[in-house]
């Protein structure tokens, strides 16, 4: 299967998807299994979506039209720059600092194997881009897709979620979050005003409460439009001046931070617990199947890495706000022993005061204990899908991607 994808940068790739699974390689030299798992580089515009408009009038918020961060391409070409020279180098501290908190083996080799999402663009782009700033023998792999569409289970959450939506729709209605996330946009549009020295507006948002078609008042589509537009421009310049030109950027750090600090909530109400934990059994298992001593980096989206965090009980939505947020490039590193585990989180922190990423990168032990604890985390996940009340079909739908994992193929990238 062929696939050629043109990148804003001006140049292109060449896919060839071979038949060389990713257990075939051959084994770091050190002892210690790493799977980490990472959010994709900056997001540009989507091919098919033009120029995207939002009604905040009501809320003294002027813009009708969001920026076009890049058009043609759903990856920017700066994000595609921070992933080559940030991606790799932070990957590989967060490495080191995970292997010396399991305390067994405080060799590190730094090779990598990188599995990559393939049913978007943004996801292979950044693998490419990490493997060229790692500068070691780095393989690059992936599902096929069908249609466009994801059939990697390990990586997207999509295929498992389509199962259970008749069961999550129920769920989302029902989420015990929805006041805090109420209280996070309204904290967020506050912040904008500030910034922008915008009085006298309507400030009172209505309760987050899912109507019969199952959706949520438009105001909040707005507002997580306006935080998704601070959050992906803040690569290209401080993004308050980028949004809003003319605007004093010495509070552009806040307002970057309180955007990706209301997406954070935004997941767990628009991704039930329930659902979450039967979406996190994937990635789990293909952690447990990986060999002592091999390195892996999974690409994939932020919606998948907060269900992750939140099945192992590292979250909750009484954590710290900056917690819940998953930023551009934000990886999550696993490191299993003999004996021991540990989970070390590398960020690429939002610069103060103009809110411009990257800021410095920044390394965060989440978790550390012994395998038989990190065992009982696992087994805890596991009885709750148990116990999840879901239909037969539902329950088919989710044992048959289980029987149908997808083994990743070797992508052959040439420039």
Known sequence: MIKRTTLSCGVSILLALTFTPLDSVNAATDGTKIVAIARHSFRGI???????????????????TLPI????????????????????????????VAVKAVNENEMFDGHWDIRADLSTERTLVTAVRIKEGLKETTNVTGCPTTAGEPLDVVTTRK???????????????????????????????DTVKKAHNIKDAKTELPPATYDAQGKLPKVYSQIANLASAFEMSADLAPPLDVVFPGSDPSLGKQVVESALNFMGIRFFTSNPKQAGDAVSLYPLQYMEDRKPGSHTLMLTHDDLISDLLRALDIIDSKSEPGDLAVYPLDTIVFAFGKDHVSIVRMRLEVRD?????PGPLANKILWKGTLAEWNQKVKNIKDRVKTW????????????LSQNVCQAEAVDVRF
């Open 353 to 357: 005061p103009d809110g411009y990423i």
């Open 389 to 400: 009340k879901i239909s037969a079909e539902t329950q088919s739908c989710l044992d048959n």
């Open 46 to 64: 989507n091919k098919k979506v033009g120029p995207q408009e939002i009604a905040l009038e009501d809320y003294g918020i002027p813009i009708k």
């Open 159 to 189: 295929p498992a979620m389509q199962c259970a939506k008749k069961e999550i729709r129920s769920l989302r209605s029902a989420s015990p979050d929805l006041d805090l996330f109420r209280q996070r946009a309204a904290s967020f549009l």
């Open 69 to 96: 961060l890049s058009w043609a391409e759903d990856s920017t070409p700066r994000g595609q720059e921070i992933a080559r020279d940030y991606g790799g180098v932070g990957l590989q501290k967060a490495a080191e």
